[in-house]
């Protein structure tokens, strides 16, 4: 059975080299869906609570949100930096508030403190999916992601692992101690 969970990300990027208008900046609120796979827990009759599958995505999602999304050959990038640097931004600012942790993976690095995501691949749809499943695939049982953006929108299927246990009372995940964060039972 799975588990599924939605989130709207609001972002800017373009299609660096790309022969079309996607070439030029511009920006989507895309829709991305995760789908958890697992066996029910008996403890709770679920698979995984929707709300700690948000909560788990979001620490590193957060990050695409209200971002600029370059790949890190496009030009735009060091221009973007340096109109951010002068403007006194690039480093951080008080009302930059809802930010993820830096991460650095093989397909891209966050600098939350000027809300830019540097890309290895060109950011389309199925781009980012490969790029979640990345981010997320040691900490949630993924079977599946779509990603929907303007017209595109591209999904892909993956093996789960099937070996996270699960607290019998909340459904998280326990630690590698076996004991669940959120209410201290012990396996
Ligand atoms: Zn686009
Ligand atoms: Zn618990």
Known sequence: MRSITTFDLQ??????????EA????????????????????????VFPCNE???TAWAVLKN?????????DDPLLPAVLDVYEKQGIRNGHPQNTMKGAAF????????????????????????????VYDLLKDKL?????????????????????????RCPLCGIALDENGRCPKCGYKK
């Open 11 to 20: 972002y800017a990027h373009r299609f660096y080299g790309f022969k079309g």
């Open 23 to 46: 070439q030029y900046l511009h920006g989507h609120t895309g829709v991305l869906t995760i789908e958890v796979e697992d066996t029910v827990n008996e403890g709770v009759n679920m």
């Open 53 to 55: 599958i948000q909560k």
């Open 64 to 72: 695409f949100d209200h971002a600029l999304i370059l790949r890190e």
């Open 104 to 131: 650095k993976t093989e397909l891209c690095t966050a600098y939350p403190d000027c809300r830019l995501v540097v890309t290895k691949e060109t950011m389309t749809v199925e781009g980012m999916i490969k790029i």
């Open 141 to 165: 049982n993924i079977a599946k992601i779509t990603f929907t953006s303007g017209v595109n929108a591209g999904s892909m299927e993956f093996e789960t692992r099937k070996q996270i246990d």
